[in-house]
Every structure is written in structure tokens, then in C-alpha cells.
């Protein structure tokens, strides 16, 4: 398709360059505020290649284009003196400006909600595993391996889904983006133990299963290395040279550089918070169970894990965990705080469901599902783990053996004041986190 000359019949089907006062574009449609909508020829408009269909609506000649709107609407602004208005709501309305911090939780939250069910389904799963270990199905059995690959589905290919849902939200090619998260899989589960390097660049070894930042990183990135690259190959070539070109720059660059950019970020990260407990385990233990579903949202928490292995092993205990099962157990009092303020019928059942499983220790559901998405109950729940998990922290607070953080771990969890004040703060991270969520509310949309 060759958007320069569809763009340009476009603007003669309006009516030509002097009859359009305005042009501002939404995620799917071109939208024009013309002069004379007689003079605007709705049929010849709607035949044009790569328009999906034309109408007058709102008072606005809207052309729906699809996913390539943007480049549609660059075209147009570029190539003609029009007044451009940039992108808006789907309502038309003007497009709100988010702080930076807002506009990365709306962007990560709106690519897991696509693959809520997946993940539900996944971690009530692993819930229904946990119970059934606990009452002494014995792990070397067929069950107990079918059982729990059928739980861990979801985390081990997460990539593949994050490709197609942060494809969809920037607006790139689907299919190179779910190669990119191939590569990612394929490099781990066939060189995790093996020394590469491509044209003389080093590949570092990293476990991209369960990752979430190296995918959505380099789908980020694919959408201008593919626009650059098909803008640069000329149209006949473009069926074969610009996925070809595209993943010769893509999986290289993703290996060598995306990819491990979360690695270096999670083991200076490790270092810090093991440092800080040595300093002071109140300070501690509040940072990390305020910034744990945040490392989660990141999947970033994985790389404390080599910290706490090593500690259970020289020493006996680790006191990292404290702060991840208060932290756990706050995000499922958040998700119950979501199920009691919402007016939805469909959000109240999916936060219910995943109140569940976060009690379990499967908190994906329920922040990427359901507290991220209205981002008060996130940090809800991240105020009430960091207040229960700072306690902790002062009663030096610690774990015995490394184990899923829920409700089903409590047995290898301590504290130097007695065990008791384990199953007491982690129940008052429930408690105020829903609580906090009730009283501070899920500004829900009508």
C-alpha cells in the first residue's frame, strides 16, 4: 500500500486541502472538520486503499484507517498546510496529557488486560496446586507435573503475549513482534548455558521467560526500526526485504542490548537492598514492601531471588521474603477493596478471582488486572506492605526456606519476636490495604 498517494486521494475526496479547517486523528480514524461537507465525496472516500470506511459523524468527516492511522495523519499533516490538531480521545474529545509515571502504568496495565483470563486461569491453577501439595500430593507424581505446567504456562510464554498486546499498543507489525519474543525464548531455553557473541558483540546470558520489560523494550523499538526500514525500501522490495532487514537489526540488538538492560538494572538493584537490610531492617523491609509489586510489575523481582538463595543457604533465613508476602497478601486486600467500590458486575467477579490468587501468592492477575489498572489500589496496597513489611523488618522478621509468597507459606516465615507477629501483619496487609482502597476509592469511569 502506498500511503503517500492514498493520503493525498483522501484529501481530494474531502474536497481538497481548501475545504478542510481542521484534522485531528484518534487511535483508529482520521478526523476532519471540513468547510462544506457537500463538496466531500463520501463514496470515492471510502474506496480509497487502506480505508477501511468513511462517515459523517459529530460533525466531523471521519475516515477509519486502523492501526496505520498515525502514518496516515503524518503523511497528511507533512505534505499539506492544514491545521493539525494531533491525537484525541476516541470521543473526540482533546487527548488529556499524563504525567510520566501515569502514562507507564496506563501503557503497561493496558497491555495485560487483553491476557487477563490467561492469567487467572493460570493462577488459580497454581492456588488449587498449592492446597493440593499441602494436603500431600507428592510432587514427583504426573499430576502434580501436569498440574503445575499448566500453571506456569502463562508466566513461561508471557513474552509471546506482551509481543502481540505491545504491538497493538504502538502500533507495529504483530507478527515481527511475537518473533522478537521467539527469540527471546528460543536464545533462553537453548543457550542459557553458552557463551555467544554475534559480528564480535557479547550476548550476556539472561532467563527471558517471565520477563516483562525486554519484550515490551524491544517491540518499543521495533515500531521505528520497521517504520524506518519500510519507509527506506522501495515498495516492490518491501514484501521481502523489510522483515528480513527488520530482524537483522531487531534480535541482534535485543540479545546484546534490550534484553540485558533489565538484567544490569535488577543486579545493582539486588546489591542496594541487600546492603540496606545490613543498615537497618525498618528502613528496609518498608522500601522493599512498598517497591515489591512495582519489581513485579517490572519482573524485575526475579533478580532479588540469586540474593535470597545464597542467604538461605549460608545462613539458614533470609528476611527479603518478609516484605514479599506482605506485599502479596496486600495486592488480594486491594483487589477486595476494587470488588467492593466498583459498580461493574464483570470488574467485581475478575477482582474477586484474583483476590484469590494473590492470596495464594500469584499476584499478576491482581496488579495487572485489576490495582494497575485504576492505579489507586496499586499504591494502596503498596502504602499497607510497606508499613506491615517495615514492622517486620524491625522485629527482624525473616524466612526459613525459599517459598511462594502466600498464605500457604506461612510455616517458614519467623521473627525474632516470635512467630506470631507473621500471620498478625501479614492479615493487617489485607486489612489496610483494602481499607485504603475503600476510603481513597477507584476513580471508575461511568
Known amino acids: 500500500m502506498d500511503i503517500k498517494n492514498s ?9 481538497g486541502v481548501d475545504n478542510i479547517q481542521s484534522l485531528t486523528h484518534c487511535a483508529t480514524r482520521l478526523r476532519f472538520v471540513v468547510k462544506d461537507e457537500a463538496k466531500v465525496d463520501m463514496d470515492h472516500l471510502g474506496s480509497v486503499e487502506g480505508v477501511l470506511t ?20 503524518k503523511e ?9 490538531g494531533g491525537e ?4 473526540g474529545s482533546p487527548k488529556k496529557k499524563q504525567n510520566p509515571i501515569n502514562a507507564l502504568a496506563e501503557t503497561i496495565a493496558s497491555m495485560f488486560t487483553p491476557i487477563l483470563p490467561a492469567l487467572v486461569g493460570c493462577g488459580m491453577i497454581q492456588c488449587v496446586l498449592n492446597i493440593a501439595s499441602a494436603l500431600g500430593l507428592d510432587s514427583s507424581s504426573g499430576t502434580y507435573t501436569v498440574l503445575n505446567m499448566m500453571g506456569q504456562l502463562i508466566f513461561y510464554f508471557l513474552p509471546f503475549m506482551l509481543a502481540v498486546t505491545a504491538a497493538e499498543k504502538f502500533k507495529t507489525n504483530r507478527a515481527l513482534a511475537m518473533l522478537l519474543a521467539g527469540g527471546y525464548i528460543y536464545f533462553t ?16 546470558t539472561v532467563t527471558y521467560t517471565s520477563t516483562v520489560i525486554p519484550i515490551i523494550l524491544s517491540v518499543f523499538v521495533l515500531k521505528y526500526v520497521y517504520d524506518i526500514v519500510n519507509r ?3 515498495e516492490m522490495l518491501r514484501v521481502v526485504l523489510v522483515p528480513m532487514v527488520t530482524l537483522f537489526i531487531m534480535i541482534p540488538l535485543e540479545l546484546a542490548l534490550l534484553g540485558p538492560i533489565g538484567a544490569y538494572i535488577g543486579s545493582y538493584l539486588a546489591n542496594a537492598i541487600a546492603w540496606l537490610f545490613s543498615v537497618s531492617g525498618l528502613i528496609a523491609g518498608a522500601l522493599l514492601g512498598f517497591f515489591r509489586p512495582i519489581l513485579v510489575m517490572f519482573g524485575m523481582h526475579y533478580s532479588i531471588m540469586p540474593i535470597q538463595v545464597q542467604q538461605v543457604a549460608e545462613t539458614g533465613m533470609t528476611a527479603m521474603l518478609c516484605s514479599a508476602i506482605c506485599a502479596n497478601i496486600a495486592q488480594s486486600g486491594a483487589a477486595l477493596g476494587v470488588a467492593i467500590r466498583t459498580r461493574s458486575k464483570t470488574m467485581r467477579t475478575a477482582a474477586l478471582s484474583a483476590c484469590v490468587t494473590a492470596f495464594f501468592g500469584i499476584t499478576e492477575p491482581a496488579i495487572y488486572g485489576i490495582t494497575l489498572r485504576y492505579k489507586k489500589p496499586f499504591f494502596c ?9 517495615g514492622i517486620l523488618g524491625l522485629l527482624n522478621g525473616y524466612a526459613t526456606a525459599i517459598a511462594l509468597p502466600g498464605i500457604l507459606s506461612l510455616p517458614v516465615f519467623n521473627s525474632e519476636a516470635g512467630f506470631v507477629w507473621v500471620p498478625v501483619m501479614v492479615l493487617a496487609s489485607f486489612v489496610l490495604a483494602a ?12
Open 232 to 234: 527506506i525500501i522501495p
Open 54 to 73: 468513511a462517515q459523517n459523524k459529530g460533525g466531523q468527516t471521519q475516515v477509519v484507517i486502523g492501526a496505520k492511522v498515525e502514518a496516515f495523519y
Open 88 to 91: 484525541v480521545e476516541d470521543d
Open 76 to 84: 497528511i499533516t507533512s505534505s499539506y498546510k492544514i491545521a493539525a
Open 381 to 389: 496496597a503498596c502504602a499497607a506492605a510497606a508499613i506491615t513489611s
Open 7 to 15: 493520503a493525498s486521494q483522501i484529501v481530494q475526496y474531502v474536497g
Open 435 to 446: 481499607i485504603f482502597t475503600c476510603v481513597v476509592g477507584i476513580d471508575e469511569k461511568e
Open 189 to 204: 531455553v537453548n543457550f542459557a548455558d553458552v557463551s555467544l557473541d554475534f559480528l564480535g558483540i557479547p550476548l550476556r
